[in-house]
């Protein structure tokens, strides 16, 4: 029998911006209301960004995760996840502050360098709710999002070895997979781990079929039965690769930051709503959903008890 599958929800990102939907969670209590909703139609783990609650902007302040972080915790039983990707631009030291400040049970580690090319979603709108929206997008445009062996080696040691943090690796192209498995020949990454496929973003590896089953085949060649896999695609291939994932006996994640949408030109009016989609066909697969303590368990994590928040 396969897995249960482990559904990871992205609850608001930093990448979509205010204009583009109503419902993109925004201030702490929309964050936190969006993520124990998101938990209580099935999510797994739950994947945090924060965002000043006055412009939307992404916020990396530990003060703005404090607002919603305890809250979350408090009324539902999903891992927390807190990114370390923050909003692009950031510096290293801004991305992981957060995760280091309430020590989770789950951090986001980025293992590549990329091109991260989101300005053509710039022209798709005119009438723009904050200045800074419409800049932020058009910089990447010129922009390398740094995630250099020397950033992976400091949070893996800072907040892996120094928290017993576990990481959700995001890996964006088939480059990335070879990264971790240096840092694996190293022994600075122990199993059981977590590696996420990211399809669908400029600069990354298309939204190909093709290339999920290429990535799944060297994974498998480099981590044999040491990890757990996961997959999300931006956009319109979020439901379509998640789907394809379950169905190879994989994890898959959606969300908010992943899609806006919850079908062709419909936005999704919660993170709820795009969990409930994919686990009704993840169960008419006739897959299972796994409880967060089975993804605790899968994936050696240090229990809800030892965080600091």
């Not at 994919?278 to 993804?295: C, D, F, K, S, W």
């Amino acid at each position: 029998m396969p897995k249960p599958v482990i559904i990871t929800c992205a609850v608001t990102g930093g990448i979509h911006t205010p204009t583009m939907s109503p419902y993109l969670p925004i201030t702490p209590q929309q964050i936190a209301q969006s993520a124990i909703a998101a938990s209580q139609a099935g999510a797994t783990i739950l994947h945090l960004h924060a965002r000043n609650p006055e412009t939307g902007k992404p916020d990396s302040r530990p003060e703005t995760f404090m607002q919603f972080l305890p809250e979350i915790k408090a009324n539902c039983d999903s891992v927390i996840n807190v990114s370390t990707g923050g909003g692009l631009g950031m510096t290293r030291e801004q991305r992981v502050l957060a995760a280091l400040t309430v020590s989770p049970e789950m951090a986001s580690l980025n293992v590549g360098s990329m091109n991260f090319g989101i300005f053509p979603m710039a022209a798709k709108y005119s009438d723009w709710q904050h200045d800074w929206e419409p800049e932020f997008l058009n910089m990447t445009e010129d922009f390398i999002f740094r995630n250099t062996f020397t950033d992976i080696e400091f949070i893996l040691k800072e907040l892996g070895e120094g928290h017993g943090t576990r990481f959700e690796f995001e890996c964006y192209d088939l480059g990335h997979l070879y990264n971790l498995a240096w840092f694996i020949d190293k022994g600075m990454v122990k199993p059981p781990f977590f590696i996420q496929m990211v399809f669908g973003i400029l600069g990354g590896v298309g939204a190909d079929p093709d290339n999920l089953m290429h990535m799944h085949t060297i994974a498998n060649k480099l981590f044999g039965d040491d990890y757990e896999w996961s997959v999300l695609a931006a956009g319109r291939n979020q439901m379509p690769f998640a789907t394809q994932s379950a169905g190879l006996g994989g994890n898959l994640r959606v969300g908010l930051e992943d899609s806006l949408y919850i079908s062709r030109g419909e936005l999704a009016q919660s993170n709820a709503e795009q969990v409930t989609k994919i686990r009704t066909i993840i169960e008419n697969l006739g897959h299972t959903v796994a409880t967060p303590e089975q993804a605790r368990q899968r994936l050696g994590l240090k229990g809800v008890e030892n965080v600091k928040f």
